[in-house]
């Protein structure tokens, strides 16, 4: 992910915890640009004219994380993940409004095909996405959390094991398993 340290990242979470007002400030310094290039990769493929850019992004998930004050940090890899679920939040927030806007055109969710397609011009997917996400969520909660990670936060496989401490072969199965159940799905919607 980033070059600092996981216990550099852990240590601070715990201080900010604490009330440590510095720590909050430095771990915002250190976590900043990884977030920024999480929201990059996700928005890259984007229309031009959408409003919502990845330093938005950034800043939106900020804002709802330091809103959250009963969050007990656990480490670095809680934390991206974290803030994975709440980029997530707020991009399917977005394809709501999108939607509202667009209701009665008619769209309907097709099977995701290539994951790193330009899906933000079709929000209908977005939301199809986000509830499959929530069925997958009950049945393997890994599962889901490495959808949430790679495809609304945009994270390679390599850094979701990071994240999450387990082996980026895990991942790759993961991600594999999870993929193929919401294809299925969605073709039958």
């Known amino acids: 992910m980033s070059p600092a340290e996981p216990d550099d990242i ?5 201080r900010m915890q604490g009330g440590d007002g510095d720590a909050r400030a430095r771990l915002i310094a250190l976590v900043y640009p990884e977030l920024r290039r999480m929201a990059a990769r996700r928005m890259r493929g984007e229309r031009p004219d959408h409003t919502l ?4 992004l950034v800043h939106e998930a900020f804002v709802r994380l330091a809103g959250t004050r009963d969050i007990v940090w656990e480490n ?10 709440v980029m997530r ?4 927030d977005s394809a709501r409004r999108r939607r ?5 055109s008619g769209a309907q969710a097709k099977a995701l095909d290539d994951w790193d397609a330009e899906v933000y011009e079709r929000p209908d997917l977005i939301l199809d996405v986000d509830r499959l996400l929530a069925r997958l969520r009950a049945m393997d909660a890994r599962q889901a959390q490495v959808v949430e990670m ?3 936060a945009g994270l390679t496989e390599r850094e979701i094991a990071d994240a999450m401490d387990v082996s980026e072969r895990t991942i790759k199965r993961d ?3 999870a993929r193929a159940w919401m294809r299925k799905e969605l073709s039958t919607q």
């Open 100 to 104: 509202a806007v667009k209701r009665g």
């Open 76 to 85: 670095r890899g809680h934390f991206f993940a974290l803030a994975a679920e």
């Open 89 to 92: 939040n707020v991009l399917v």
């Open 10 to 14: 852990t240590l601070l979470l715990k």
């Open 175 to 177: 991600w594999s398993m």
């Open 150 to 152: 790679r495809f609304f």
């Open 53 to 56: 850019q990845p330093t938005a």
